[in-house]
């Protein structure tokens, strides 16, 4: 386990499950909406207990009782009997009713569905322990559509819960995308907030969020061009025209086919180059230190005396959900002739 109080430090944890032999499969999931993360666990064939195992969180209980972390509670939620092989599971609310139920594949066998019943499965009525549901919305481009790495965090009554978007887990699996949050039955306030640090690093916050029921968070991500990284070099070409390469960052993720660059050229208005423009190559990349560079390299770009102005934009494909991020900066252009030489950069 992580050691909360001294982060990156793990401690060995081991004797604070009940022992439950070689797995083949094992997922965290709040079965009970207790508000802890429990553990279902697949259990090899050639174990002296095989099939399904449900570990049960005990929470603070288990460090002021002695009692372990994990429990099995196998028997007591009906997956004793189950002791056939299984070659694959899937843990999601197949129902919506707030719960999570768990379905189980099996390479010999029928598959086998087992319905959560801390709430009547199929019933309108929410369950008696409280609960919230996170579905993400990637509409934006500025990160991947399913939301992987995507870390949510949901706050009630200063109690917190951290679940992460998987993309993949298991044997052969991958979690449910949609996610279960329990909160206990100690929840007062009938609203929650739920903070979402997307993949590319941006944090975003969604207050107001109703218990007992599923928000779907529209990702805001914005790209936020970093002002005083922009930098523009400037070379001119004896054909009377010029070059540019311009240079920026990003702090968050960001579709780079929505970069533009703008060159208001004196005496002649405002060009718009995008990626796939004429006479422009455009490259990207992470940066180790977080974030992302972009550069656009421009030829053929018209040669006049007097002021360019430039700017560059970064953007995500759904305007609704941020604003454009731009910074702009000046050129000023005192040579412009045709004649003999090397390209010669006149400004940096």
Known sequence: ??????????????????????????????????????????????????????????????????????????AEVGFAADSERVSGLAVADFLGDGDVDLLLGRELDHDTFYFSAVAADGATEPPSSHWTGVRLNVESGANNRSGVGAVVTVEADGVTTTQAIDGGSGLGSQQCTAL?????????????????????????????????????????????????????????????????????????????????????????????????????????????????WHRFYIEKVPCELGTYIFTVVSDTHAPQFTVHTTASGQYLSTYCASGEGEPNVIQE
């Open 180 to 292: 279960r949050f329990g909160l206990g039955d100690a929840v007062i306030s009938p609203e929650v907030t739920v903070r979402t640090r997307w993949p590319g690093g941006f944090e975003q916050i969604n207050d107001n969020v109703t218990v007992d029921s599923e928000v779907i968070i529209q990702d805001e991500t914005d790209p936020t061009v970093i002002e005083s990284s922009l930098v523009a070099y400037v070379y001119y070409i004896p054909d009377n025209t010029l070059t540019w390469m311009v240079t920026w960052d990003t702090a968050y993720s960001y579709a780079m086919d929505l970069d533009r660059v703008l060159i208001t050229v004196p005496h002649q208005g405002t060009l718009i180059y995008t990626p796939s423009s004429d006479h422009v190559t455009a490259s990207t990349g992470r940066k180790s230190s977080g974030g992302y």
């Open 1 to 74: 386990m992580n050691d909360p109080a001294d982060p990156g430090h793990f401690i060995d944890c081991t004797a604070w499950a009940d022992e439950i032999g070689p797995t083949t499969d094992l997922r965290p999931v709040d079965f009970d909406l207790d508000g802890w993360i429990d553990l279902v666990a697949v259990a090899d064939a050639t174990t002296a207990n095989p099939g399904v195992h449900l570990l049960r969180n005990t929470g603070d209980a288990g460090l002021s009782v002695g009692i372990p972390y994990f429990r099995d509670v196998t």
